[in-house]
């Protein structure tokens, strides 16, 4: 390694420590190395105090791959819908994502991002159509306030909508009992073949 290549490679392990938590994932052949980054930003165009962390998101970064989209859900949700995930949404979240992020991977899906905002009214939790290339998941943590296990249902939730879309990115989404199914199959036993089977069935339709 040159001096100048040593340099930046310092330079980028000491900016992805001062961005917060970080965590090797994992490497798979040919895939590039996978970090965790746990960021406190505001989506775009979303005023307010950022000390309050009010607009958490955390995003999975996998290095060397390049942004596939530039959504971002301040486009259609209302700075009020981003609200703060408690400890355990956050710890939850931070948990889980690894996995996640290693499952998409698994289905040819980019980055994922979790933002923790208040969706449709009787929703926890979704997947925004059209980013599978870097999958925008939103999380109402709110939602699983009385749940016995909170960390499992947010880590099916996050698999539940990653099922939405690996469907999405093979525009096979049909918004109807039967996708809702099969993603929630996929989430419970991560079979893949529950997806791919639901694809092939609407290729035929
Ligand atoms: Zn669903």
Known sequence: MTDDGRLLALGA?????????????????????VFVRTEYQYPDGVPGDEDDRGFLFTRAVETARPSGHDYDPSWD????????????????VEGVLPEVQRVAGDLGLGAVRVYYAQVERGQAARYVDGTSAEPI???????????????????????????????????????D?????????????????????????????
Do not use: K
């Not at 000491?14 to 052949?29: D, E, Y």
């Not at 949700?77 to 939850?92: K, M, N, R, T």
């Not at 539940?160 to 989404?173: I, V």
């Not at 996708?179 to 791919?196: H, K, M, N, P, Y």
């Open 13 to 33: 392990v000491a900016a992805v420590a001062a961005a917060g938590v970080c965590r090797r994932v994992g490497r798979s052949m040919g895939s590039p190395a």
């Open 77 to 92: 949700y209302e700075p009020d819908s981003f609200v703060l995930p408690g400890d355990v949404g956050v710890d939850a």
């Open 137 to 175: 998941l939103l999380l109402f943590c709110e939602a699983y306030r009385n749940e016995w296990n909170p960390v499992r249902e947010i880590r099916l939730s996050l698999l539940h909508e990653l099922g939405h879309a690996y469907l999405d990115s093979n525009m096979a989404r049909t918004y």
């Open 177 to 205: 009992d039967e996708e809702e199914e099969g993603v929630e199959r996929f989430a419970q036993t991560l079979d893949r073949t529950v997806l791919d089977e639901f694809i092939d069935r609407m290729g035929e339709g």
